[in-house]
């Protein structure tokens, strides 16, 4: 990548910055600063809508986008093309490097207001065919040979304590109109012959009604796609009318954020979700022929072990086709992360911050239970379910070989199996007793 870049010699280079990115880019960015400095370097997304300033400084960036950055970046590259550098303080959300400074904009966050303003993306600058075969691996399971991501909303209002999307959207939710959203995927389907898309929204059934209006153009123009929500729906803004059209529309899989099964816990991460509504639409679900996978977390402030246990009886008595455990991660942007780390002063930098990663190295959080507790309950929660002959037969019979070939062949499983998957059990200040 780095001697592309070299070879390309743009005026800017832009990373998507996630918090469990950030080591890899910084080390590209250092690199791509000492061999060819007079590229300028922009960072954006969630890790630097958070945590502003002091992201950006420590990735040595020239610039950075706070918010949505589609209109600010074309701003950015028009003020150095004509190098009127005096229009950088107008620019929206735009964070500057100026005289050995860092400088905020006038307009301190970056929106589009209308997303059917947004061109669709130009898909003519990707290789898709390697997206798709990278797809392949990425997510099990699969319908399609020939699958794309579709965002058709952004933004969430509910204010789950461990979700960052509150400060990278706003506490809002806007929705690209459903004629806009179908308008894409009718082109990606007569250019690119797409046969699935899978939605990357936080809430694609929030507004109900408008969910069905998109399902039922779907099921009109009949384009011949399977489709799957992995980023997960709310059980409570489901119903057997809609799961029922879903499926007519082409949907063969969601996910369900559950997060555990303790009312006690659900209470204390402000998720506002009644069990009874989970346990409702699982089977509904299924009755559709709509597979599920229910999403849960371990190690959650204030969770003790009566509390996981209660999430394991959950588990053992849902109806799930998978489920995700992970192990809890306050990212940056979550009001569980502002209520451990002050930021406000970027010469505070949190040095664990700069470690931190996927399940890695975390600060420790849960005083009632330990990492090695942590770590054996996900291991019992994955096993107690997985080792079902039920559930093992029904995720063997769906595979094809093409599947598990590409899976096994994935970057992410291959960097897990390379990964020393103790590291997460060590606090920042040394290992658990």
């Not at 809508?49 to 420590?58: D, R, T, Y």
């Not at 898909?123 to 058709?152: C, D, S, W």
């Not at 997960?232 to 009318?241: F, I, K, T, Y």
Request: a positive charge.
């Amino acid at each position: 990548m780095l001697e592309k870049i070299i070879e390309e010699n743009p005026l800017l280079v832009g990373f998507q910055i996630y918090t469990g990115s950030q080591n890899w880019t910084k080390k590209l960015i250092d690199l791509l600063k000492k061999k060819k400095p007079s590229i300028k370097i922009l960072v954006g997304g969630p890790h630097i809508s958070a945590l502003k300033e002091a992201a950006i400084k420590h990735l040595g960036a020239d610039f950075g986008i706070v918010g949505e950055g589609e209109e600010a970046i074309v701003d950015l590259v028009d003020a150095l093309l004509t190098q009127e550098h005096s229009l950088l303080q107008n620019i929206p959300g735009l964070i500057y490097l100026s005289e050995g400074k860092y400088k905020t904009s006038n307009i301190n966050f970056a929106r589009i207001q209308d997303l059917d303003d947004l061109p669709l993306p130009d898909y003519e600058l990707l290789n898709i065919t390697a997206y798709f075969k990278h797809m392949q691996g990425a997510t099990v399971p699969l319908r399609g040979k020939r699958p794309v991501p579709i965002l058709t909303s952004r933004g969430c209002p509910f204010q789950c304590t461990f979700c960052s999307s509150r400060l990278v959207f706003l506490k809002k939710i806007r929705y690209r109109s459903v004629e806009n959203v179908v308008k894409e995927l009718e082109y990606l389907k007569q250019n690119y012959d797409i046969d699935e898309f899978f939605v990357t929204d936080d809430n694609l059934t929030l507004d109900m009604n408008r969910a069905e209006n998109l399902f039922d153009i779907l099921i009109e123009k009949d384009l011949n796609l399977h489709w799957r929500a992995p980023n997960g729906l709310r059980a409570d803004r489901l119903n057997e009318d809609l799961v029922k059209k879903m499926k007519e529309s082409g949907c063969y899989f969601v996910g369900i954020g559950v997060e555990t099964g303790s009312t006690k816990i659900m209470s204390c991460i402000k998720k506002s979700l009644d069990l009874k509504q989970v346990s409702k639409i699982v089977p509904i679900l299924k009755r559709n022929n709509v597979l599920v996978s229910g999403f849960f977390m371990v190690g959650l402030p204030y969770e003790t072990e009566g509390d996981i246990k209660k999430t394991i009886e959950f588990i053992k008595h849902s109806r799930f086709d998978r489920i995700q455990v992970s192990i809890y991660t306050p990212y940056p942007g979550s009001e569980d992360f502002d209520n451990l780390f002050d930021i406000n002063d970027p010469e505070k930098y949190p040095e664990n911050i700069r470690n931190y990663l996927y399940n890695g190295h975390i600060p420790k959080i849960n005083k009632e239970i330990t990492y090695k507790q942590i770590h054996r309950y996900q291991k019992k929660m994955l096993r107690s379910f997985y080792f079902r002959p039920s559930i093992a037969l029904n995720i063997i019979s769906r595979l094809k070989f093409s599947q598990v070939k590409a899976i096994l062949n994935h970057p992410f499983i291959r960097r897990w199996f390379d990964r020393d998957h103790a590291s997460y059990l060590m606090d920042v200040g040394g290992k658990d007793e």
